[in-house]
């Protein structure tokens, strides 16, 4: 069952009812500001960092679900309504929600009034636009009230929500004219402030929300929009937020618009107070004149549509099939563009005060983005890179706003070094830039200690060999990319987090899965020591690959396919030999050992792919691991502690289906990865959103696995490495694009049913134009460029500016 609809042309999704199985949301902003808006007006925005520049309120898990956001109440003649529905939920006659790239806008009507709120944050500013256009669509005169509402966040999203022994008491305001300034805190330590303004005289206002709300009500039912008449108050502690009251007058037929601003200003210290107690405005005034009317709004927006239009034809392909077209050329890269802001900070699951930036995330999510910006990906990198510690292991997250690595969800992953590598070389393929590896990089943010980029990566390429257990394969450490395959941690405690828990600092818990990304991701470091006229250490390096493959061929295959670990005790994890009620495979290394071209010439890469086809594959995706564990195991950890078939206890992790698709490539079976890939790209599931029940236009984590009751039901959807992956399958692998070290690999592999298709792909300054004939899906091509058949899959880079035209047969 559909709620909507995709509008390919306007590059939309248009939701047509209020009810959705979930609130369906969106991203406002994609550089320094932020906001989330579901369907039905909910969300909040913040500046920077989710956690601490948060500068409305939202309360998650909330009854009803999703309440609270920018709202708009319109009181005419006494009855009182939202035309996003929520949160008073009256009757529309019509609704309709079109979510586009960085803006979105819904629309209500009743009673022959239009109510259309558009929301998005202009390119370059620290600002939310809200513009609200009225149309009287009747034969009468309409006068009626319109009040806007939002609530502020006292700043700091933890505190706000947990000690109000202390912020009940600091909330401070001021009001000028029509904008309502939040300042709390801006008497002592804070250098910013937000303002809620409307280019309009306004009849009253309020920021206390007890006085607007009513202390018994809910956002359904405000006393103030209700009686129709602002109360003026000044909130002096409790909860400030701000309402503009308007009193508006429309003829038959007429229109009129109003611009509110939320925005967010900083003030250098010795310019904070325009006289004692007052704050200075002069930024906000500034910003408010950029956006004081609709002509504004609406030329800011056409910079938004242009901006994107700019970025998505980097990579764009025409194929017969409108949904792998809709995937690949809006919302795929659109998602990879969010979890690269975001990381695992900010959505409707992830709260924006548990996680920050992830250093594994960061680094697959640049995977997506590289070809989108990639001077804002090389900034990351250095960020990144700077947290790492001297040996090689990394904080396991940083905090946007400080950029600091911190231990709140744990350290010693061993899996993070190696994505540095990944994230770095898929950086220097889209764009040349050797230069970054001479940067000089703080280790642990200490300028004292710095080293260059390159002398980063070495680290991290080392830390694995440094860390070796019995059989020659990695140490797991804390964990590898499963964050819940706990080998170390033995936790009996409730309560405590297996992520930083006592980890007993074993030496013999080994990870298949690290060996595998070692034998993919070495090459890149070897090839990088090239560049740099490093031959030895890239000689070195191959021979420790050379190694770790043989290890992994010796102590890491099981028979069928590729084990998954060996636990605390050297008991082997995913193995046909593990007791009833215990997995007996688990998808991770299976994807990513054949992505290494493990075992493909010798045949356990093909068996495996069987064996993940026969074990894992369902209707709705691939799962984790079968069977599921039954029962809490302590020398496992957190992947026990899920019910079967949720999250990484045999859920479908979307995040490594597409490993396997990459591995099918691999093997010449590109046929069977576009299956797999259907079968978790979102618009392909917008039939079954009843299931499905999160938004058709992204990814979600994770989708209930075969054992679990609600089996097909997807959480957590926006912020995972998904996105990223699912697009670096598809356009790299499937449709078979992808920069190179010294040039641009063409090698579809995708099979019969797309028999043909153009890829357009701008890299380094020249843009080439791939036309595919795919007759079959072994991956087998021949390439004629320009006119001239030339062996093999790469085609040089050609010079910025120019044009090339490849014909490509892939059979
Ligand atoms: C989840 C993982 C997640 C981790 C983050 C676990 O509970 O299952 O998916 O990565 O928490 O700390
Ligand atoms: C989500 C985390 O953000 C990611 O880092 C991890 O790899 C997966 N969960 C699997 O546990």
Redo the contacts with the bound molecule.
């Keep these: 069952m559909r709620f909507g609809h995709f509008d390919d042309a306007r590059r939309e999704y248009v939701i047509t009812t209020p009810k959705t199985p979930y609130p369906w949301i969106n991203y406002l902003g994609s550089e320094q500001f932020f906001g989330l808006v579901s369907h039905q007006g909910g969300g909040y925005c913040f500046y920077r960092d989710a956690r601490l520049r948060r500068l409305t309120r939202y309360r998650y898990n909330n009854v009803p679900t999703d309440s609270g956001g920018r709202y708009f109440y319109i009181n005419e003649g006494g009855d009182t309504w939202t035309p996003t529905f929520m949160p008073m939920k009256k009757e529309l006659s019509f609704f309709e929600c079109r979510h586009g790239l960085g803006y979105t806008q819904i629309t209500g009507t009743r009673n022959g009034l239009r109510a259309e709120v558009l929301y998005f944050v202009p390119i370059g500013q620290t600002a939310e636009v809200h513009q609200v256009t009225l149309k009287n669509e009747g034969s009468t005169p309409k006068r009626f009230k319109l009040f806007s509402f939002v609530e502020f966040c006292l700043w700091n999203a933890h505190d706000d929500a947990t000690n109000f022994q202390r912020n009940f008491s600091t909330g401070e305001v001021e009001v000028v004219g029509s904008t309502i300034y939040h300042k709390t805190e801006y008497r002592e330590r804070r250098d910013h402030f937000a303002f809620y303004h409307v280019n309009a005289q306004v009849s009253g206002f309020d920021t206390d929300r007890e006085s607007f709300i009513g202390l018994y009500n809910g956002f359904g039912d405000p006393d103030v929009p209700s009686a129709g008449e602002s109360k003026n108050t000044v909130a002096s502690g409790w909860s400030p937020i701000a309402s503009h009251g308007l009193d508006v007058t429309l003829a038959p037929g007429e229109e009129k618009k109003f611009v509110f601003l939320l925005g967010y200003v900083e003030n250098p210290r010795a310019e904070k107070w325009e006289k004692p107690g007052i704050i200075n405005k002069t930024r906000a005034e500034q910003l408010i004149a950029a956006f004081s009317s609709s002509e504004q709004v609406t030329a800011a927006l056409g910079k938004l549509r242009e901006h994107w239009e700019g970025l998505l034809s980097n990579y764009a392909v025409e194929s017969g099939d409108e949904k792998l077209n809709r995937m690949v050329n809006i919302w795929n890269p659109y998602q990879c563009m969010v979890t690269f802001n975001m990381s ?1 900070s900010a959505s409707y699951f992830e709260s924006g005060i548990g ?1 920050g930036m ?1 250093f ?2 960061s680094n697959q999510d640049l995977l997506g983005f590289v070809h989108l910006v990639p001077e804002r990906a090389r900034e990351r990198i250095i960020d990144i890179a700077s947290t790492q510690f001297a040996d090689g292991s990394a904080y396991h997250q940083y905090q946007p706003l400080t950029k600091r690595g911190n231990n709140d969800v744990g350290s010693g992953f061993n899996d993070d070094p190696l994505w540095l590598i990944l994230g770095v070389s898929a950086y220097i393929k889209e764009t040349g830039d050797y230069g970054i590896l001479d940067e000089q990089v703080p280790f642990d943010n200490d300028p004292n200690n710095a080293a260059t980029l390159l002398e980063h990566l070495k680290r991290s390429f080392d830390h694995v060999g440094h860390n070796l257990g019995p059989h020659g394969l990695p140490l797991i450490g804390r ?1 590898d ?4 395959l706990n080998l170390n941690c033995f936790s009996e405690t409730p309560d405590e987090s297996f992520q930083t828990t006592g980890n007993r600092t074993g030496r013999t818990a080994e990870s298949v899965f690290i060996a595998g990304m070692f034998v993919h991701i070495g090459p890149d470091y070897a090839k990088i020591c090239e560049y740099k006229g490093q031959s030895a250490e890239a000689t070195r390096a191959r021979a420790e690959v050379a190694k770790m493959e043989r290890a992994v061929l010796e102590h890491g295959w099981d028979g069928e396919w590729f084990l998954r670990a060996y636990d605390f005790f050297g008991n082997k994890i995913g193995s046909k030999d593990c007791p009833e009620g215990d997995s007996k495979i688990l998808i991770e290394p299976q994807g990513y050992c054949v992505m290494a071209g493990i075992g493909v010439a010798t045949g356990e890469a093909k068996l495996a792919l069987d064996s993940v086809k026969e074990r894992l594959d369902t209707r709705y995706g691939i799962v984790l691991n079968n069977p599921p564990y039954r029962d809490y195991h302590v020398e496992l950890g957190e992947i026990s502690s899920y019910p079967p078939g949720y999250k ?1 206890n045999a859920g479908i ?1 979307c ?1 490594n289906n597409p490993w396997v698709m990459i591995a099918e490539t691999v093997i010449g079976r590109g046929e069977r990865a576009f299956e797999y890939y259907k079968k978790i790209a979102p618009a392909y599931l917008e039939d079954i959103s009843e299931i499905h029940r999160t938004e058709p236009y992204v990814y979600s ?1 994770m989708i209930a696995g075969k054992d679990a009751p609600r089996h097909g039901e997807a959480k957590n959807s926006w912020l ?2 998904t996105g990223s992956w699912n697009f670096v399958a598809i356009s790299q692998y499937m449709l078979g694009v992808r920069p190179e070290w010294d040039g641009l690999c063409v090698k579809p592999c995708i099979g019969k049913e797309v028999p043909e298709f153009t890829v357009t792909r701008k890299c380094r300054g020249a843009t080439y134009r791939i036309h595919v004939k795919s007759t079959g899906g072994t991956g087998q091509v021949k390439l004629v460029v320009d006119g001239k058949p030339i062996e093999g899959v790469i085609v040089p880079f050609a010079k910025p500016g120019s044009t090339v035209h490849i014909e490509c047969e892939a059979s």
């Design positions: 695992r996680r992830g594994r995330d964990a990319w499963n964050d819940c990484e992790f995040h984590q995972t490495g």
